[in-house]
């Protein structure tokens, strides 16, 4: 049984109509709620105006939102709304599937609204956002040392070092603001101390400071690895520094095949890195946020930035004439995109309405340092920030209005892209109650397949992906609803966080936002921005 206390329309003179309701619940379990416009009344979900599909809330009591992502509405046009709401499971887990009409209502759009457009500039360019913006590119920006010594930590110290995945995003963020003598110290620091050490395959943390490095945190992360060889490339691309180049092209093509070489293989083992029944790449130690644990996986993240890692190795390759060897990447990318879409993608008709959406991973979390299971290898059918990793692997290459490559040409289909973002609004975000503004929330993590296991909290780098492909597919309804949540979450910041804990930041607690300034998930946002205000026509130049 469930007692409605809401349900309206807010906002509904706008071009972006926002429909929150709130309920009581006697009966524990998992809810779902769907709305559907029309331009006849009463409305219902065939062929309606726009229909949220069915989106999965696990709170009890709870409240509910839905922001229109439909195409544009018309100046003085009235609507018809209806909403639908269901229980999906029992309190003891038990499917129910039981639905029934829960409310409906009409608006009216005002004559002149505000445009779409003007509305995502207004909130990207809210006080609280820019403010954190400016202040977090000033600090990446500020951390570098003369030797180019990029910190991890700089407000709290939580992690000692320099990790390398942290500062290649610094350097797409770097690159993304211009400014390219920096990106190239820092990549120039980290690239001269492996080869000074000959090693073989890339560290995960350069130890020391930034007058010395001491030695290398060694845990093998191949995600890390792909990541700096993109960045590395995407520096050469944008400034023709030919020195680079030159200096470390065999260094960072031994590391490529570290991972990429016909038979390689993992540590003293023989376990490989390519799975050639699942043509998909090994990353024995994913780092993440899902159980706090490392993870021996196939997962679309590392897939993908080993896919865009080869696309550019394969072309330097070719302009320097080692045609043999660039035949060879080029034939594994192939493969690997294949794996990707047979084995890293699904579809059912609950969770993804029928669509074909990016999988998490294929793989076992394990023991830090413990030991590592490789297979079988079971699809996690979950969703989290590892699912639009994607985003992060091509995005420096497609993203920026005079960008030189295509979602073709960087192997990344909008289509599944899309319906992935879909499932995510749908199934992995929560409802962010504050007072100033109120919306769904993508967290960190869920399980899925059985609603279990919500982290009602948001990581850094993850939102910045999401916002950046909201820009990119010019969805200027989501990117507006997105920055008006930034500047309620992040109250009294100046600094982009590690991540934002809603149970933490409702009860304005401190501490909420973890390594405040977090040098990977800051150089993440502050890249989205750049990319995000250039392709707005709003200020993004640090002055």
Request: charged residues 15%; contains cysteine.
């Amino acid at each position: 049984m469930v007692k409605l206390i809401f349900i309206g329309a807010v906002r509904a003179a706008t071009l972006l109509p926002v429909f929150q309701w709130s309920t009581q619940v006697d009966l524990s379990g998992v809810w779902a709620y769907r709305i559907c416009l029309s331009e006849s009344s009463p409305a219902t979900c065939e062929a309606p105006t726009w229909d949220s599909g069915w989106v999965w809330q696990e709170n009890e009591p709870f409240t509910g939102t839905a922001h229109y992502a439909g195409n544009n509405l018309q100046p003085g046009a009235s609507y018809s709304w209806a909403v639908w709401e269901m229980q999906l499971r029992s309190a003891s887990g038990e499917l129910v599937n039981k639905s029934w009409a829960a409310g409906a209502g009409q608006f009216t759009v005002a004559a002149s609204p505000t445009s779409l457009l003007d509305e995502a500039r207004a909130a990207v360019n809210l006080t609280n956002v820019t403010s954190i913006y400016l202040g977090t590119a000033k600090s990446i920006t500020g951390r570098i040392a003369p030797s180019g010594w990029m910190p991890t930590s700089v407000a709290s110290q939580t992690y000692g070092g320099m990790f390398v995945r942290d500062s290649t995003a610094g350097v797409f963020a770097l690159l993304e603001l211009e400014e390219n003598a920096l990106a190239g110290r820092v990549l120039r620091f980290m690239l001269s101390a492996m080869q000074a050490a000959n090693l073989t395959s890339v560290p995960h943390v350069l130890l020391g400071g930034p007058d010395n490095v001491t030695g290398f945190d060694m845990v093998d992360q191949p995600d890390g690895a792909y990541s700096l060889i993109i960045s590395w490339a995407e520096y050469i691309t944008r400034t023709g520094d030919t020195a680079m180049l030159a200096d470390f092209y065999p260094l960072v093509s031994r590391f490529l095949d570290r991972y990429c070489a016909d038979g390689a293989t993992y540590a003293n083992t023989t376990i490989p890195y390519f799975n050639a029944t699942l043509q998909l790449l090994w990353n024995p130690n994913l780092e993440h946020s899902r159980a706090g644990h490392y993870w021996s996986c196939y997962d679309v993240l590392t897939n993908q930035f080993a896919v865009e890692a080869l696309r550019r190795m394969a072309a330097f390759a070719t302009a320097r004439g080692d045609v043999t060897t660039a035949a060879r990447w080029q034939a594994l990318r192939r493969r690997v995109l294949a794996g990707i879409a047979q084995a890293l993608s699904y579809s059912s008709a609950n969770e993804t309405l029928g669509q074909t959406v990016y999988a998490e991973l294929r793989g076992h979390w394990h023991e830090w340092g413990g030991a590592i299971i490789v297979d079988p290898a079971p699809l996690l059918w979950g969703i989290s920030w590892v699912n639009i990793g994607p985003v992060a692997a091509v995005g420096p290459a497609i993203m920026r209005p005079d960008a030189p490559e295509s979602l073709e040409s960087v192997g990344l289909s909008a289509t599944i892209m899309d319906a992935t973002f879909d499932a995510y609004r749908r199934l992995a975000s929560f409802f962010w109650e504050a007072d100033a503004y109120s919306t769904q929330a993508p967290q960190t993590h869920i399980n899925a397949s059985t609603l279990t296991d919500p982290a009602r909290v948001v990581i850094g780098k993850g939102w910045a992906w999401f916002i950046s492909w909201l820009a990119f597919r010019d969805d200027l309804a989501g990117l507006a609803d997105a920055h008006r949540w930034l500047a309620a979450a992040a109250f009294n910041n100046t600094l982009y966080g590690e991540s934002y804990v809603y149970d933490c930041i409702r009860l304005h607690q401190t501490g909420c936002w973890g390594d405040i300034g977090n040098a990977e998930q800051s150089s993440w946002f502050v890249w989205a921005q750049v990319v995000i205000r250039k392709r707005l026509g709003l200020p993004w130049r640090l002055g």
